[in-house]
């Protein structure tokens, strides 16, 4: 059974830099064809898939998303990460962690989520 629990501050200041980690045990991140997104629900709307970091270390983005965001990754702990840059009151939400093992397909196992909030 995999299991992912996200960690990170929960309340942040406009144009400061969001950081999160993803713990995940039941699998290693660097196992073949397992890939590892973060996907965040701002309030009153959909899930919006932010970006992976495949098992090899590749990083894909969602392009609006791109300039601001950097995923990475910490084998020695087999956790991944997520920075997102400049935020503003726009990236307030619910920030998950998941796991896909098809690029594009639906993610089987997901993090609790954490709610991040952005206020001056």
């Known amino acids: 059974q995999v299991q992912l629990q996200e960690s990170g501050p929960g309340l942040l200041k406009p144009s400061q830099t969001l950081s999160l980690t993803c713990a995940v045990s039941?699998?290693?991140?660097?196992?073949?064809?397992?890939?590892w997104s973060w996907i965040r629900q701002p309030p009153g709307k959909g899930l919006e898939w932010m970006g992976v970091i495949t098992y090899d270390g590749s990083t894909y983005y969602r392009p609006a998303l791109k300039s601001r965001t950097s995923i990475s990754r910490d084998t020695s702990k087999n956790q991944f990460s997520l920075q997102l840059s400049s935020v503003t009151p726009e990236d307030t939400a619910v920030y998950y962690c998941?796991?896909?093992?098809?690029?594009?397909?639906?993610?089987?196992?997901w993090g609790q989520g954490t709610q991040v909030t952005v206020s001056s």
């Open positions: 039941g699998a290693s991140i660097t196992t073949a064809y397992f890939h």
């Open positions: 998941a796991k896909v093992c098809t690029l594009g397909d639906d993610h089987d196992y």
